[in-house]
């Protein structure tokens, strides 16, 4: 079933419940999503993923999102602390998305400025498959999330949110497996400060489709407002 969509009082929602769009790698995909109501759009720095965004793009996407008032997130799979840093100055991207041991093992090394959203893999049964404790303790309580995620990243597969109870008392944004059939759900369920979806709005890897994200913000509005 799909959610109906109710365009007045979204934003007002989505200040106090946040989305992320990740692997966007467009700009008109980018403005779609946030004139839905989307918070932050993940641009993946990756270059062995089909998603992509190179630092031309990146650079080209990123001023688009906040010329609207959003936040782009490059999205880094370990790489160093200093190469996270020269791609975020000069596509002027100040939050930082952490996959991979070296990423989210040097994330302290950058600026106190960026924020972190900090991904945490979570067994299909609902524990967690990797703590990063030291690392996790670092993060700034009011600046920074945590991304509670499957163990693959990007394949569309949910954990068990029912028996899943987060471990660190940091906010945190729920992803895996989130479409228009579950997502109220999993708010219910799991109550993050957000959630994260990318092939739960797509037709085909690395394909957004408009209306898809337009139906998705709708239920998110729909739980936040029950």
């Not at 993923?49 to 650079?59: A, D, G, I, K």
């Not at 996790?136 to 991304?147: E, T």
């Not at 987060?166 to 895996?176: S, V």
């Amino acid at each position: 079933r799909s959610c109906s969509f109710y365009s007045s009082d979204l934003k007002k929602v989505m200040s106090e419940f946040l989305v992320k769009i990740c692997r966007i790698n467009n700009v008109s995909m980018a403005k779609t999503a946030i004139k839905q109501g989307a918070n932050y759009i993940g641009l993946v720095q990756e270059k062995t993923s089909p998603r992509y965004v190179n630092e031309e793009e990146t650079m080209t996407i990123a001023k688009a999102v906040l010329a609207m008032g959003a936040i782009p997130v490059a999205v880094f799979t370990d790489a160093s602390a200093d190469e996270m840093q020269k791609r975020c100055e000069k596509t002027s991207i100040s939050c930082v998305q952490l996959h991979g041991d070296r990423s989210r093992e040097e994330h302290e090394k950058l600026p106190k400025r960026y924020q972190r959203i900090f991904s945490l893999s979570v067994f299909s049964h609902g524990t967690i498959a990797d703590h990063y404790a030291e690392q996790v303790s670092s993060l700034a309580m009011d600046r920074d999330f945590l991304l509670y995620d499957g163990v693959n990243p990007g394949s569309g597969e949910a954990f068990e949110w029912k028996t899943f109870k987060p471990p660190y008392p940091h906010r945190f944004l729920l992803a895996g497996g989130l479409n228009v059939e579950n997502v109220k759900k999993a708010i219910h369920l799991v109550k993050p400060a957000g959630v994260d979806v990318s092939s739960g709005v797509e037709d085909r890897a690395g394909q957004k489709n408009p209306e898809k994200i337009k139906q998705f913000l709708s239920c998110v509005y729909e739980a936040c407002d029950e």
